[in-house]
């Protein structure tokens, strides 16, 4: 599996073509084998085709003209010009169809990487360069389709051509074919010390590749920082780094690319002429005619012509074994949270949540993030976690939520244990509104409407204007209708946070899950939020992690979390008469209040 790192880091690779990659692309091929085998049925004929016309011009030149039959030679040039019609007629059937299936392959590659990645887990995400992850579903796929529409079929027509031309070869003269596979041997050796150096040269490459898809998507991610901080230039410096990298792998990959074919020519050429001097000489007791000799120049073509394409195709899966690498690696990764074999469906549920002496811990030999949380939530109640960071307050809800499974005791709903139910019908039932809100490119409506794609244009409304986002909406340019920016870039945090939380709402979910929500609202828009909410979370089973104490203090149940445990519980008035943790976090939060006004 590749080594998770930056974009200043390169990915680690196999050292030789992984055979098992290459056999895993006959897998998309299936559905369309009917398709293939007519492509191959149609290229075999242009090979017959191919190997028939030198023969032809041999009859033509040792048994039609000597003996002046100029009939037979008006027949025979009918014949070969329609032969070459069919040769061509072919030959853009094979074009067509073959980038059609190519297509359609490359297609369902990207599909299944795009529908796969979409299932990992939180921390494949967090601990990778999104632009490393990007250029595995975008440049390395797009990489395969020369191979993927052109290199699988045409090769079969290749060995085919290459074959058939080798025997009609013995058949005419085996004394002549003999001396054509002379240099044959130090073509494999060619090939095979080339092919070593491409390997690394086209990982070096991806390698490169990546870290500059890396850099440049870290780069427009935190333009802001870049242009606040006035580091421009350094960012320039970084990019013409990554880049230069990419150039010179990128030259050394051709250098050694155009190595291959050079060579097969030279190799090729030798070998005509090797056989002009062995025909013309008659070396070794060849005694070949001139149609003979001229046959044989036309089948070493047809027959360096396809050792010339294989070794192009060599080239190609030199090339591919190191993206489908990355490609398949990224498929491998399994998703750590699935649904059990036997998972049911979770009924509607009226929203008792239960943390039965929940443990939790990142890595199996790791330390406890949550140590035996008990909390027990009745339906319609509404829970405030607080506590200091990194105390375990959003674990608790990630837990809910089965973003990460508990590795002792159990988290409920309804009695249903999470893990014994499927993700979907899990989450199908939950709301959730995190700090940092994401808004799609799109229309206004088109991101509520994300909460319920059935919904109409009413109930996304009545959603808006429960949270009190139809104001600043209908003050929009084109209200509901108005385009936005992908993450929203166009709109305030506060209006980008009503939005996200209107689309939540329109979802009407029974479990509501609030983390730091209302941390980028300012106090009116907070207070009128607040008062718009009132009458939905009724019903609803609430948790909400918060800092502001007017979010907080009227929850039904205030938790405060600690060093993963789970030490007070109570109603504000309750907390604050016991004068512990949670009346030190409330005094402190008072005591910044004053001095900030002084």
């Known amino acids: 599996m590749a080594k998770r790192n930056t974009f200043r880091e390169d990915e680690e690779l196999e050292e030789q073509i992984n055979l098992g990659d290459l056999r895993r692309i006959t897998v998309y091929m299936k559905p ?10 149609v290229v075999m004929s242009m090979s017959c085709i191919a190997v028939s016309v030198p ?5 033509v030149i040792d048994d039609v003209l000597p003996h002046g039959d100029y009939a037979l030679l008006g027949w025979i040039s009918l014949l070969m010009l329609a032969l070459i019609v069919l040769y061509e007629i072919g030959l853009r059937y094979r074009t067509l169809e073959i980038t059609r299936v190519g297509q359609l392959m490359l297609k369902d590659m990207r599909r299944d990487l795009f529908t796969h990645i979409q299932t990992l887990p939180f921390s494949y995400f967090d601990s990778r360069p999104h632009g490393k992850i990007l250029i595995r579903v975008v440049n390395y796929v797009n990489t395969l389709s020369d191979t993927l529409s052109s290199g699988l079929i045409n090769v079969i027509s290749d060995v085919f051509t290459f074959v058939i031309t080798l ?9 002549l074919a003999l001396w054509s596979l002379v240099l044959f041997p130090l073509l494999i050796v060619v090939v095979r010390v080339l092919q070593h150096f491409q390997r690394k040269a086209y990982q070096n490459l991806s390698n490169k590749q990546s870290n500059l898809n890396a850099f440049i998507h870290e780069s427009i991610a935190g333009v802001k920082t870049t242009q606040t901080f006035a580091r421009e230039q350094e960012q320039y410096r970084t990019f013409q780094e990554q880049q230069g990298a990419v150039r010179t792998a990128w030259m050394r990959s051709v250098h050694l690319q155009f190595l291959m074919w050079p060579s097969i020519e030279i190799i090729s050429m030798s070998t005509m002429a090797l056989l002009y001097y062995v025909g013309i000489m008659h070396v070794a007791g060849v005694a070949a005619t001139t149609g003979t000799l001229i046959a044989f120049i036309g089948y070493a073509n047809n027959f360096w012509n396809p050792v010339i394409n294989i070794g192009n195709f060599y080239n190609q899966l030199v090339t591919c074994s190191a993206y489908l690498e990355r490609i398949f690696e990224t498929m491998d990764v399994q998703p750590e949270i699935t649904d059990a074999s036997d998972a049911v469906e979770l009924p509607p549920v009226h929203g008792q949540v239960d943390f039965n002496d929940v443990v939790f811990r990142y890595e199996p030999d790791g330390r406890n993030i949550l140590n035996l949380v008990d909390l027990h939530v009745s339906p319609g109640q509404t829970v405030a976690l607080v506590g200091p960071t990194g105390a375990g307050k959003t674990t608790i809800i990630n837990l809910l939520s089965r973003f990460y499974d508990v590795a002792d005791g159990s988290v409920t709903v309804d009695g249903h244990d999470v893990r014994d139910v499927t993700l979907t019908s899990l989450r199908r039932q939950m709301g959730v509104m995190l700090q940092d809100t994401f808004i799609f490119s799109g229309t206004i409506r088109d991101n509520i ?36 920016e992908e993450r929203g870039a166009t709109l305030s945090m506060g209006q980008r946070q009503l939005i996200a939380f209107a689309r939540v709402l329109l979802a009407d979910p029974r479990i509501l899950i609030l983390d730091e929500a209302t941390s980028n609202i300012d106090t009116k828009t907070e207070e009128a939020l607040q008062a718009g909410l009132d009458h939905l979370l009724v019903g609803r089973t609430s948790f909400i992690i918060a800092h502001r104490l007017s979010t907080i203090e009227n929850a039904d149940v205030i938790c405060f979390i600690d060093h993963g445990q789970l030490v007070e519980q109570g109603t504000h008035d309750e907390l604050m008469a016991r004068r512990g943790h949670y009346w030190r976090l409330v005094e402190s939060q008072y005591a910044m209040i004053t001095d900030a006004i002084e």
């Open 55 to 59: 023969y032809l011009t041999k009859v």
């Open 167 to 175: 025997v009609i070869m013995f058949v005419i003269d085996w004394k």
């Open 32 to 41: 369309y084998r009917a398709r293939i085998a007519k492509i191959v049925a």
């Open 449 to 484: 409407r994300y909460g319920r794609l059935d919904a109409t244009d009413e109930e996304i409304e009545r959603a808006a204007k429960a949270v009190h986002a139809h104001d600043f909406i209908m003050h929009l340019p084109d209200g509901y209708d108005t385009v936005v």
